[in-house]
């Protein structure tokens, strides 16, 4: 008898047979002596729509809302059922004993196959393969280590959980919006109390109103001290003449330094990488998205086996790996971190709880290398930045502390006290690996980031020494308003506030981005125009993260089996019915942020300029209307050969030509050959490819051009 091994896919498939000796490649699997592995293409089964439970639902209509099946239904993806058939065929053979799920180790893992075997019934034993990195090794130790599958019920139960609370919550309130204000306002479980959050900071931005402030520096020759409140501390000074007579009081007089503090302070070694932590640290030095930091990562993962499993929200190690570390320096002592890892790699590593801590561990540990060699120059640019991030952030855990001396000086002068710090490291520690002498926390989420006295080289200097004011500064200054969000920021603000896990934040932006809702200017996201309509038609109650943040620990609770997969799915369900309640007795209204001066030719309604995957367009705001063109499309007076409605103009790399939208007709404004020349077959027949809008063409209408074509040749 065989066992058949499901993974999520085909990459992952490959590599596992290839470790299980499964030699035979089929078209929908690897087959050998004792094991069969298929694979699935991400999710193959999912929630069905509302159709699938009532044909009515193909029209959104708010008198059908809210929609709560009695119990949800799972439906084969259309677009992938080809390779659930051939699953489904395995499943039926009588030589497969029984089944491993190879899934990714997690949630939406889980998920991928039990719903998969739910639909093919799967009757037979099952285990799970968890593992937390795709090394030979690690698969070869999983499969001899392989747990029950019903020890994972739990984590099975919290996914359905999720998936039907992001269905119903979603879905339905999603369909209120947009059936009861004539737009696609898309909203979520997730998504909406992150715009939320975003749109409040962009209040407080707006609100703002900046206020002048100064700051009194003196230059007393070997340092400078700053001025500072003798009641608040506070270095800023509201008051200009206050500044000035400061200023005046303290230029050329002499005074005494009163007080030296000099303590040895350190700074530990930054934690390992967790998803959101790497997410984070990639936006601020390499601009990267979280979705893009997320693909990277995987890449690592899967296809080099560099790294360990991504998807992890732990920053720490579990007592078992302790052997394994010195074999993962060594893979990782390659090239320019050879030099850096040479000091541990003759003595035994000190490992401390910053660095192990099962306690702070659940499914998975923090991102290390694996401990795989490879050549570097096999890496893109972004996978080499990535994992450059990784390598150095694991050989810093075992580098000690950056110690420093801290100096502080207080200085009286003209009966006003000024103060002076300066910082010198005494042992760089796990700086050496970045070749920083910056002082700055590696864990200090930047929008916590405060304006603090630059750090200068004191002299030496004791109490009761003489000072005098060299030159006496002003500084003038501005208060700030709050900083818009980064998705670094963004990241530790949803983190903060528990909304979606490390595996579904990237995604939960993108998707914000895609709806219109935010966009992307350079490093920063910005509320649209439309995001701030959305946030004023949802729900208050919606829009909290508290009301999220409790649904997200309640999910972590049943995962771990403290509690209730009934109780949380009914409150879901109640929850959708009274946001769907409450947006249908809604008195606001929705105003198109996005109305254009130019009349749509159809039904005479304003055009609404929106975003498309492939640029911007000229949508009619009546949703009976259907008409659509390129924003760079020009209405013209010319009528289509076929239809007989006028034809947009636009500009391609051949030139000026006119397209009919309803018949997709094109016709090139100058069909004229050059004097004197015939145009070639082949040129015809690029002209037709090319002003086809890269659609297929009917018979018809190809026989037409080439027919005009062969005229003007004749």
Same mark, same amino acid.
């Given at each position: 008898?065989?066992?058949?091994?499901?993974?999520?896919?085909?990459?992952?498939?490959?590599?596992?047979?290839?470790?299980?000796?499964?030699? @035979?490649?089929?078209?929908?699997?690897?087959?050998?002596?004792?094991?069969?592995?298929?694979?699935?293409?991400?999710? %193959?089964?999912?929630?069905?729509?509302?159709?699938?439970?009532?044909?009515?639902?193909?029209?959104?209509?708010?008198?059908?809302?809210?929609?709560?099946?009695?119990?949800?239904?799972?439906?084969?993806?259309?677009?992938?059922?080809? $390779?659930?058939?051939?699953?489904?065929?395995?499943?039926?053979?009588?030589?497969?004993?029984?089944?491993?799920?190879?899934?990714?180790?997690?949630?939406?893992?889980?998920?991928?196959?039990?719903?998969?075997?739910?639909?093919?019934?799967?009757?037979?034993?099952?285990?799970?393969?968890?593992?937390?990195? $795709?090394?030979? @090794?690690?698969?070869?130790?999983?499969?001899? @280590?392989?747990?029950?599958?019903?020890?994972?019920?739990?984590?099975?139960? *919290?996914?359905?959980?999720?998936?039907?609370?992001?269905? %119903?919550? /979603?879905?339905?309130?999603?369909?209120?919006?947009?059936?009861?204000?004539?737009?696609?306002?898309?909203? /979520?479980?997730?998504?909406?109390?992150?715009?939320?959050?975003?749109?409040?900071?962009?209040?407080?931005?707006?609100?703002?109103?900046?206020?002048?402030?100064?700051?009194?520096?003196?230059?007393?020759?070997?340092?400078?001290?700053?001025?500072?409140?003798?009641?608040?501390?506070?270095?800023?000074?509201?008051?200009?003449?206050?500044?000035?007579?400061?200023?005046?009081?303290?230029?050329?007089?002499?005074?005494?330094?009163?007080?030296?503090?000099?303590?040895?302070?350190?700074?530990?070694?930054?934690?390992?990488?967790?998803?959101?932590?790497?997410?984070?640290?990639?936006?601020?030095?390499?601009?990267?998205?979280?979705?893009?930091?997320?693909?990277?990562?995987?890449?690592?993962?899967?296809?080099?086996?560099?790294?360990?499993?991504?998807?992890?929200?732990?920053?720490?190690?579990?007592?078992?790996?302790?052997?394994?570390?010195?074999?993962?320096?060594?893979?990782?002592?390659?090239?320019?971190?050879?030099?850096?890892?040479?000091?541990?790699?003759?003595?035994?590593?000190?490992?401390?709880?910053?660095?192990?801590?099962?306690?702070?561990?659940? +499914?998975?540990?923090?991102?290390?290398?694996?401990?795989?060699?490879?050549?570097?120059?096999?890496?893109?640019?972004?996978?080499?930045?990535?994992?450059?991030?990784?390598?150095?952030?694991?050989?810093?855990?075992?580098?000690?502390?950056?110690?420093?001396?801290?100096?502080?000086?207080?200085?009286?002068?003209?009966?006003?006290?000024?103060?002076?710090?300066?910082?010198?490291?005494?042992?760089?520690?796990?700086?050496?690996?970045?070749?920083?002498?910056?002082?700055? +926390?590696?864990?200090?989420?930047?929008?916590?980031?405060?304006?603090?006295?630059?750090?200068?080289?004191?002299?030496?200097?004791?109490?009761?020494?003489?000072?005098?004011?060299?030159?006496?500064?002003?500084?003038?200054?501005?208060?700030?308003?709050?900083?818009?969000?980064?998705?670094?920021?963004?990241?530790?603000?949803?983190?903060?506030?528990?909304?979606?896990?490390?595996?579904?934040?990237?995604?939960?932006?993108?998707?914000?981005?895609?709806?219109?809702?935010?966009?992307?200017? /350079?490093?920063?996201?910005?509320?649209? /125009?439309?995001?701030?309509?959305?946030?004023?038609?949802?729900?208050?109650?919606?829009?909290?993260?508290?009301?999220?943040?409790?649904?997200?620990?309640?999910?972590?609770?049943?995962?771990?089996?403290?509690?209730?997969?009934?109780?949380?799915?009914?409150?879901?369900?109640?929850?959708?019915?009274?946001?769907?309640?409450?947006?249908?007795?809604?008195?606001?209204?929705?105003?198109?942020?996005?109305?254009?001066?130019?009349?749509?030719?159809?039904?005479?309604?304003?055009?609404?300029?929106?975003?498309?995957?492939?640029?911007?367009?000229?949508?009619?705001?009546?949703?009976?209307?259907?008409?659509?063109?390129?924003?760079?499309?020009?209405?013209?007076?010319?009528?289509?050969?076929?239809?007989?409605?006028?034809?947009?103009?636009?500009?391609?790399? *051949?030139?000026?030509?006119?397209?009919?939208?309803?018949?997709?007709?094109?016709?090139?404004?100058?069909?004229?050959?050059?004097?004197?020349?015939?145009?070639?077959?082949?040129?015809?027949?690029?002209?037709?490819?090319?002003?086809?809008?890269?659609?297929?063409?009917?018979?018809?209408? *190809?026989?037409?051009?080439?027919?005009? %074509?062969?005229?003007?040749?004749?």
């Amino acid at each position: 008898m065989k066992i058949l091994v499901l993974t999520e896919k085909p990459s992952v498939a490959k590599e596992i047979a290839r470790v299980l000796g499964c030699t @035979q490649k089929q078209k929908h699997h690897y087959e050998g002596p004792k094991y069969v592995v298929t694979w699935a293409l991400g999710h %193959l089964v999912t929630l069905a729509e509302p159709d699938d439970y009532d044909a009515k639902y193909k029209t959104w209509s708010l008198e059908d809302l809210p929609i709560i099946p009695e119990r949800m239904k799972l439906k084969v993806i259309k677009e992938t059922s080809h $390779q659930y058939r051939a699953i489904e065929q395995l499943s039926r053979r009588n030589d497969l004993a029984e089944l491993v799920i190879a899934t990714d180790a997690g949630r939406e893992g889980e998920l991928v196959a039990r719903w998969i075997m739910e639909l093919i019934r799967w009757e037979k034993p099952f285990k799970r393969l968890w593992i937390s990195s $795709q090394t030979d @090794q690690a698969i070869r130790d999983g499969f001899a @280590q392989l747990k029950p599958g019903t020890d994972y019920n739990r984590l099975y139960q *919290a996914a359905v959980c999720r998936s039907e609370a992001d269905w %119903l919550i /979603g879905l339905n309130v999603t369909r209120a919006l947009t059936s009861k204000f004539g737009a696609s306002l898309s909203a /979520g479980r997730v998504q909406t109390p992150t715009l939320a959050m975003m749109m409040n900071r962009e209040k407080e931005i707006r609100d703002f109103r900046s206020v002048d402030y100064w700051i009194i520096e003196a230059d007393l020759g070997s340092f400078r001290a700053t001025w500072r409140d003798p009641k608040t501390g506070d270095t800023r000074i509201f008051d200009r003449a206050r500044a000035d007579a400061l200023k005046a009081k303290l230029q050329g007089q002499s005074g005494k330094i009163t007080q030296v503090q000099q303590t040895e302070k350190q700074i530990p070694h930054p934690l390992a990488y967790d998803l959101t932590e790497l997410q984070r640290d990639a936006n601020r030095k390499f601009g990267f998205s979280a979705k893009q930091t997320s693909n990277v990562l995987q890449r690592l993962y899967e296809q080099y086996k560099l790294v360990t499993y991504p998807r992890t929200d732990s920053r720490y190690l579990t007592s078992d790996m302790v052997a394994t570390l010195p074999g993962r320096l060594k893979g990782a002592a390659i090239g320019p971190y050879a030099a850096l890892a040479a000091p541990f790699m003759r003595k035994p590593l000190t490992i401390t709880k910053r660095i192990v801590d099962d306690s702070k561990v659940s +499914d998975h540990h923090a991102i290390i290398p694996t401990g795989e060699a490879i050549s570097l120059a096999t890496l893109s640019a972004d996978e080499r930045r990535l994992y450059d991030l990784i390598v150095k952030r694991f050989l810093a855990l075992f580098y000690g502390p950056c110690r420093y001396d801290e100096t502080k000086l207080t200085v009286e002068i003209a009966g006003e006290k000024l103060y002076a710090s300066g910082k010198v490291i005494k042992q760089a520690g796990w700086k050496e690996v970045y070749g920083t002498a910056d002082f700055s +926390d590696p864990d200090r989420d930047e929008t916590d980031a405060s304006d603090e006295e630059a750090s200068q080289l004191l002299p030496p200097a004791k109490a009761m020494d003489a000072v005098t004011v060299k030159n006496g500064r002003q500084l003038s200054r501005q208060t700030k308003p709050p900083a818009r969000y980064t998705e670094a920021s963004l990241l530790s603000q949803m983190e903060k506030h528990n909304l979606g896990t490390p595996a579904t934040r990237a995604d939960i932006i993108e998707k914000l981005v895609s709806s219109d809702t935010i966009e992307r200017q /350079g490093s920063l996201l910005i509320p649209t /125009g439309k995001g701030a309509q959305l946030i004023e038609l949802a729900s208050e109650e919606l829009r909290s993260p508290e009301l999220t943040a409790r649904w997200e620990l309640e999910l972590e609770r049943i995962a771990k089996g403290k509690g209730s997969m009934e109780q949380f799915l009914s409150g879901i369900r109640t929850k959708a019915d009274e946001l769907v309640r409450e947006i249908k007795t809604s008195s606001a209204a929705y105003k198109p942020h996005n109305l254009t001066g130019s009349k749509c030719p159809d039904c005479g309604e304003f055009l609404q300029d929106v975003k498309g995957k492939r640029g911007r367009y000229l949508v009619c705001s009546s949703r009976e209307c259907s008409y659509k063109r390129e924003a760079d499309g020009q209405l013209t007076n010319r009528r289509c050969p076929q239809c007989h409605k006028k034809m947009e103009i636009h500009t391609g790399k *051949a030139g000026k030509y006119f397209q009919c939208r309803p018949c997709n007709m094109v016709e090139k404004l100058d069909q004229e050959a050059p004097s004197g020349r015939r145009a070639s077959a082949k040129a015809n027949r690029q002209l037709i490819e090319k002003f086809s809008d890269n659609a297929p063409l009917g018979n018809s209408l *190809a026989d037409k051009l080439k027919a005009a %074509l062969q005229e003007k040749k004749d």
